[in-house]
């Protein structure tokens, strides 16, 4: 039972960040209806800003600067690199953009932040608020970052969900999503809000992105490297285009990953076989997830 | 002056040009209406006056402004509604949630009051304000997007084809109300229509468009009694 | 001979593909064999060890790339797993070398069947998702290989397979290690160029591009969709099957340690693809060759930062599919013709076709 437990939590501290992310490739696919496969570095992009922000100021200040930061970034992405790919009607080209993405920002990162620095002064993301101990239910720990993590990333999802539903910035992007062509008609500025969309989503995967790599005492370039799969399972599991979706299944993948590896011992030393088999699963069995509304299908 | 003036408008979609030099005017107040077959070139028009057809040549003035390089978003916002089509419902999202983004432009506190007028003037879309509206019929979708359309509190309100996909007495029905609005209101309306007897009905004004040219004008009257047009699209 | 001058309804700029244009054959031919020749000579005239070493590897690379060039640029399915195949290539080749004492080219023919096998029975998801769907699984296909590569075939737990050198040596007399490291991937190459020419010339050939361009036309022309793409998945793959074993002779080893190398290396074929142009067949092996001295040289240039390479790979993707859609060759070629037209004669620009879905009265 206190096994039990104890990866239960695991898979609930996890499951918080791979519903975050997922929450951000949403938010994307549903506004630009694109699947953007750059999203984990540009995470680990603004994570790494973050840090170096960090490096200046309190951790605080650091994370909401590096989400302001990772807004306009993730804005200026859609703008320069997105839009005039998406003009010229070529959704193979995007995907391969977002690709290209994938791999410059990664060895950017590398370039600017050099491993080697590493080894003598590892990068280490403070903590944003002091969270030492756990407590303990039924034998098993569960540690107050997890709750602090979880909470915070809940709180990020709820903000998210009453912009989309409660306001008429939310209301203009889904409109977006469900009819782009109406959406100019009754006057909505479907360039911004294009802009919105990818800022929002960048702002999230920056605030996951720092919360995972103040999880433990270092952090690297390959942080979100693995993520991206996760993340891809979690939103696919949910419904490319639900973002409640997204945070359930998140939950989901995180917690089946933290009980097959336990379990499982065929999955032992491979966890990444649990998204993978996920994704596999849902795209052939039912690729609008549980909660999507459109099936997957933009070539 | 009228509201909206075009004057030797030509336009298409890549090699293909579809208007050949269409000059058009709409008074304030009136209804004027556009008689075409499938392929004249009426969807197009529409969408030159909005915005939506990015290769187009000549003037088009709206209340003495040129319409010509103002991207779609902003023609909305001076005051043009246009009804596609297809009626172009936000099919995911709820009928009030349509209704509100007719009005997502604007900031006065009026948008409440409108919204209950509109649910009293369509009791049928206050049945389903909270259902989702691609589950609505046809008939009930045009209501919806004429109702949405005029949550904007539009100057000149563009209809394409509201008869589309429309069974008789339903189009019936939408014409009537059209007419209503026109007559208290006072709203301007261009609708462009195949159906020639209901559109004639309520409008002040017509046009023929046969191939991308206006081959004839002039009040409503005069063109339902023309010969020609009722043999061609009046059926007698 | 006659021009084929069917070109495919698609308004797409990236990765299209007209249909095979015979245009000017003799001249194209001619260069072609010209080059094919002084590859062949120059091991014989130029001995420098790196030198031939990075040739080799670019040849490799090229094979590689024309691989999943028939996938996604005639067949129209994106894949950015395909280092997988590389990867099992790689490491039947390596593993059969040790364990069985088999000479490299012994080994070839065997990777080539299962990796093929492999691919077909990839390209059965293929036919049910689409687009980015698709590269989502072909990624996860990309971590998956090595993974389990590492898990269940592991040498004492690390993922290496190193053959003995002898293995590897040259077994002509007259030629040297170096000459013939270079030669058996060139050749190698000659033949899977010429081969890959002949099927997409072929009525075969023309049935995937039809595939890639307007998938429900062809299944009514009687295009067998379902045969076509795991057809092309089957091939690609052994295609980079071929590249991985014969890696394996020209780096001295199999390894399969890091995923995220997979990864990468897939995005370099794409990139080999995008950058030569997937217009021709000739393309990727350019885009292939430049891909191998970017990725060789780049640590020189900067002083030997990690990272430059693939920085400079990721960016110079995104602007080609930008500023050159039909990669080096093609955008070659559109000069080419360009200069060769009178200047009277008007521009034929692709036809637009808006994205809309009103009706058009």
Redesign the interface.
């Known amino acids: 039972m206190q096994l039990f437990l104890n990866q239960l939590f695991n898979g609930i501290e996890m499951g918080a960040v791979y519903a975050a992310v997922a929450l951000a490739l949403v938010l994307v696919f549903r506004t630009t209806g694109l699947f953007n496969f750059a999203q984990g570095e540009m995470a680990m992009l603004s994570t790494f800003v973050t840090w170096q922000i960090a490096q200046a100021a309190p951790i605080l200040v650091a994370i909401i600067a590096g989400m302001a930061l990772s807004f306009v970034g993730g804005a200026l992405v859609e703008r320069t690199l997105i839009r005039p790919m998406e003009q010229k009607g070529n959704p193979l080209g995007t995907v391969i953009i977002t690709i290209g993405l994938f791999i410059a920002l990664n060895a950017l990162c590398q370039l600017i932040w050099p491993p080697s620095r590493a080894q003598s002064e590892p990068f280490s993301m403070p903590r944003p608020w002091p969270t030492r101990g756990t407590i303990e239910i039924a034998g098993a720990q569960l540690k107050w970052f997890t709750v602090w993590l979880v909470a915070i990333l809940l709180l990020e999802c709820l903000a998210l969900y009453v912009l989309l539903q409660r306001t008429?910035l939310g209301?203009?992007l889904?409109?977006l999503s469900?009819?782009q062509?109406?959406?100019?008609?009754?006057?909505?500025?479907?360039g911004t809000m294009l802009m919105v969309g990818w800022g929002l989503a960048a702002a999230v995967g920056s605030l996951a992105g720092a919360l995972l790599a103040s999880r433990s005492n270092q952090f690297d370039v390959s942080l979100m490297q693995f993520i991206l799969a996760y993340a891809f399972a979690a939103a696919a599991l949910g419904g490319m285009d639900s973002p409640l979706g997204a945070v359930i299944a998140g939950f989901i993948v995180g917690i089946a990953e933290a009980m097959a590896v336990t379990y499982v011992d065929a999955v032992e030393g491979i966890p990444i076989v649990v998204p993978l088999l996920l994704i596999f699963f849902v795209l052939l069995l039912r690729p609008e997830g549980m909660f999507g509304?459109k099936v997957v299908q933009r070539v | 002056m009228s509201l909206l003036s075009l004057r030797g408008v030509t336009g298409g979609?890549?090699?293909g040009q579809?208007l050949h030099g269409i000059d058009i005017d709409v008074d304030e107040g009136e209804v004027a209406v556009i008689l075409?077959a499938?392929?004249?070139?009426?969807?197009?028009t529409l969408?030159a006056i909005?915005g939506?057809l990015?290769q187009v040549d000549g003037e088009i003035s709206f209340d003495g402004r040129n319409l010509r390089r103002v991207?779609?978003?902003?023609v909305?916002?001076l005051g043009i509604?246009?009804v596609?089509?297809?009626r172009?419902?936000?099919?995911?999202?709820t009928v009030d949630?349509n209704l509100?983004?007719?009005a997502?432009?604007r900031s006065d506190p009026g948008v409440a009051g409108d919204l209950a007028r509109f649910y009293e003037m369509f009791p049928r879309l206050a049945e389903r304000r909270d259902q989702a509206a691609g589950s609505m019929s046809g008939g009930e979708q045009q209501m919806l997007a004429i109702a949405?359309a005029l949550m904007?509190r539009p100057r000149l309100l563009l209809l394409d084809e509201p008869s589309l996909g429309l069974a008789p007495l339903i189009t019936r029905d939408v014409f009537e109300r059209l007419g209503e609005l026109n007559r208290s209101e006072g709203l301007t309306m261009l609708i462009v229509e195949q159906n020639a007897t209901l559109a004639l009905g309520i409008a002040h004004r017509g046009y023929l468009l046969e191939t991308g040219s206006i081959v004839a004008g002039g009040p409503a009257s005069e063109l339902a009694a023309d010969e020609g047009v009722r043999k061609a699209y009046l059926g007698f | 001979m006659s021009d084929q001058t069917v070109t495919p309804p698609n308004p797409e700029g990236a990765l299209t593909v007209a249909a095979p244009v015979r245009s000017k054959p003799t001249a194209t031919a001619a260069f072609a064999v010209l080059v094919m020749a002084a590859a062949l000579v120059l091991p014989f005239v130029h001995d420098k060890p790196e030198d031939l070493r990075l040739l080799s590897l670019g040849f490799i690379m090229g094979i590689g790339a024309m691989g999943l060039n028939v996938l996604t640029g005639y067949t129209g399915q994106i894949s950015i797993g395909h280092a997988a195949f590389y990867g099992i290539g790689a490491y039947i080749t390596a593993n059969l070398i040790i364990e069985q004492n088999l000479t490299v080219l012994a080994t070839l023919p065997i990777a080539i069947a299962v990796t093929a096998a492999f691919g077909a029975l990839v390209g059965l998801p293929a036919l049910r998702v689409k687009g980015p769907a698709l590269a989502l699984v072909t990624l996860g296909l990309a971590i998956l290989v090595p993974t389990l590569l590492l898990k269940y075939g592991s040498n004492k737990g690390v993922a290496l397979w190193k053959p003995k050198r002898r293995h590897l040596a040259s077994p002509v007399d007259s030629l040297t290690d170096g000459q013939w490291k270079y030669l058996v991937p060139l050749v190698a190459l000659i033949v899977v160029y010429v081969l890959t020419k002949s099927l997409v010339n072929s009525r075969a050939g023309r049935s995937l591009i039809a595939v890639r361009d307007q998938e429900v036309a062809a299944a009514t022309a009687g295009v067998n969709v379902t045969g076509a793409k795991i057809a092309s998945f089957a091939i690609s793959a052994a295609y980079c099957g071929l590249a991985g074993s014969l890696s394996v002779l020209v780096r001295g080893q199999a390894d399969a340690s890091s995923a995220l190398s997979y990864f990468q290396l897939s995005i370099y074929f794409l990139v080999a693809v995008v950058v030569g142009g997937a217009a021709t067949v000739a393309g990727p092996i350019l885009g292939g060759m430049l891909v191998q001295y970017l990725d060789d040289k780049a640590p020189e240039w900067s002083g030997n930062k990690v990272g430059m390479a693939p920085f400079i790979l990721g960016a110079v993707l995104v602007a080609i599919v930008y500023l050159l859609p039909g990669g080096l060759l093609g955008g070659l070629r559109q000069l080419v013709a360009r200069l060769r037209r009178p200047p009277s004669a008007p521009d034929p620009s692709p036809?637009?076709?808006?994205a809309?879905s009103?009706?058009?009265?």
Request: charge should be positive.
């Open positions: 008429k209301l203009s889904r409109a469900s009819n062509e109406s959406s100019r008609l009754v006057g909505i500025n479907v509304r | 979609y890549g090699a579809v075409g499938n392929g004249a070139g009426k969807t197009t969408r909005s939506s990015k991207a779609p978003h902003q909305a916002r509604s246009h596609p089509q297809g172009g419902t936000f099919t995911d999202l949630e509100r983004l007719g997502v432009t949405r904007a | 036809n637009h076709t808006p809309t009103e009706v058009q009265p």
